[in-house]
């Protein structure tokens, strides 16, 4: 089974613009979560989606949104950015029926400048 | 207070060596207990994943729970050069809430 895969793997964008992150799970996965990791407060969930829902979300701001798509499929997105943003952010599926592990992706490296 | 402590190291073995890699935590529902292992620029890698209490064994690599200390251990036997990477433990609650929550990372040097 091919393993989950995000694009792009990385980003440079300046403040005050807004991204798009995408993500698709292992095949047969219905849940995708979003973390994000920085060198200062490590890894850091998001929000976290099952069957096109949003199930719970992390201590992040309004300007970080995500959604899900029929297909598992899911984006992120943050607007208005600032430099505290730059961060690796990481998409990770789970198979769901009571199986709570998580399989990362390879991860989108955001740069704010 | 964190909710799961981890001591960032760095940790430098030799090869051949038996690694012991810890964590605690303070909140008692978390259920499922992960080990996961990063190198450098690339997406955490899971290696073990147990539920509740006790041991669990893959390869060279032995995962303890102990639910009662509030304590987790990955164990390397035969540690390789290759091992040298980021171990990051995890561990969510029950069904429900499955967010995953993060020791620091201890970073792992193995020495040929």
């Known amino acids: 089974k091919a393993g989950v895969t995000q694009t792009p793997r990385y980003l440079i964008k300046t403040r005050g613009q807004q991204v798009t992150l995408s993500c698709s799970p292992i095949?047969?996965?219905?849940?995708v979560s979003w973390y994000q990791q920085t060198p200062g407060q490590g890894l850091q969930f998001l929000f976290e989606?099952?069957?096109?829902?949003?199930?719970n979300k992390g201590n992040f701001p309004g300007r970080f949104s995500g959604r899900q798509f029929s297909n598992s499929r899911s984006e992120m997105n943050v607007s208005t950015l600032e430099l505290g943003d730059s961060a690796l952010y990481l998409c990770?599926?789970?198979?769901?029926?009571?199986?709570?592990?998580?399989?990362f992706g390879p991860g989108t490296r955001l740069t704010v400048t | 207070q964190k909710e799961v402590e981890q001591d960032p190291g760095p940790l430098s073995v030799p090869e051949g060596a038996i690694v012991s890699l810890n964590c605690t935590y303070s909140?008692?529902?978390?259920?499922?207990f992960m080990w996961y292992r990063q190198y450098s620029r690339k997406g955490p890698e899971l290696l073990m994943y147990?539920?509740?209490?006790g041991n669990k064994e893959d390869g060279r690599f032995t995962a303890q729970v102990d639910k009662s200390s509030k304590y987790i251990s990955l164990f390397i036997r035969d540690s390789q050069p290759s091992d040298s990477a980021t171990y990051l433990c995890?561990?969510?609650?029950?069904?429900?809430?499955?967010?995953?929550?993060f020791g620091t990372g201890t970073r792992l040097t193995i020495i040929p």
């Open positions: 095949s047969g996965h219905r849940s």
């Open positions: 995890a561990m969510s609650a029950a069904f429900g809430n499955e967010k995953l929550t």
């Open positions: 147990t539920y509740s209490s």
């Open positions: 909140n008692s529902a978390f259920q499922y």
């Open positions: 989606y099952f069957s096109e829902t949003q199930r």
């Open positions: 990770a599926s789970r198979p769901g029926q009571g199986r709570n592990e998580q399989y």
